[in-house]
């Protein structure tokens, strides 16, 4: 199963973009980098996911490598409430489909 | 419903008590999963049904923990023998058929004491 490595914590200030890396570096072929997050006491969140284009939606963007061995997590302009742990994932096909294995994810804190 | 339904929110169990613990996915969701999370630690993959269908029980840690969804809805939780090592929230959540992104409860925070 391929892993994911991200840095334990991060700080952004309020109002700044919030750039969150991820390093995959055996991620085969055919599978997604997966982020969510979750903010204290709620389970996780989807974010956004992609396969090797870069992908925007309303609440992020994500920037994959061209090797695809690494991605980047980016909040444009991050608020108070994106205080919370940041988990890359790629998604592996385990028994009869696929799973999401978490890692130990980033906790980004937003100071005002 | 509109999200994933973990009942109930919190649970405090005796060592040795058996528990049961409840999800109501998303209506429509055939994919449902349970996590368990330490404190600190990201989710932990416990099992995982494509309806009524268990395909994957790797992460339950000891045969104490079992889980069903007789119906293919609703899924149960059971921890027989609860040791404090057990105390964790439990994670469920639902994926829809197009297979993208999965839906999360809130969890149910268990202690043993």
């Known amino acids: 199963d391929a892993k994911t490595t991200q840095p334990p914590s991060m700080d952004c200030a309020e109002g700044r973009a919030a750039n969150l890396p991820c390093n995959h570096s055996?991620?085969?072929?055919?599978?997604?980098v997966y982020w969510y997050r979750q903010i204290h006491s709620q389970g996780p969140q989807y974010i956004i996911h992609?396969?090797?284009n870069n992908e925007t939606n309303e609440m992020a963007s994500l920037i994959i490598t061209e090797d695809r061995k690494s991605s980047t997590l980016i909040l444009p302009h991050a608020t108070l409430r994106d205080t919370a742990v940041y988990y890359c994932?790629?998604?592996?096909?385990?028994?009869?489909?696929?799973?999401?294995?978490f890692g130990a994810g980033t906790r980004l804190f937003v100071k005002a | 419903g509109a999200g994933v339904s973990q009942s109930p929110r919190y649970k405090v169990a005796k060592r040795g008590q058996d528990v049961a613990l409840r999800c109501d996915p998303i209506?429509?969701?055939?994919?449902l999963f349970w996590y368990q999370q330490a404190l600190g630690q990201g989710p932990e993959f416990l099992t995982y049904?494509?309806?009524?269908?268990?395909?994957?029980k790797s992460g339950l840690p000891s045969d104490r923990f079992f889980a069903e969804r007789p119906e293919g809805s609703v899924s149960t939780l059971k921890i027989q023998r609860t040791q404090q090592e057990d105390s964790a929230v439990y994670l469920c959540?639902?994926?829809?058929?197009?297979?993208?992104?999965?839906?999360f409860g809130q969890g149910t925070r268990l202690t043993v004491v």
């Open positions: 959540a639902s994926r829809d058929p197009s297979n993208t992104e999965a839906f």
């Open positions: 055996t991620i085969s072929g055919n599978e997604y």
């Open positions: 992609g396969l090797k």
């Open positions: 994932i790629v998604r592996v096909r385990g028994t009869g489909g696929f799973k999401t294995i």
């Open positions: 209506s429509g969701h055939v994919s």
């Open positions: 049904f494509q309806n009524e269908a268990q395909l994957d």
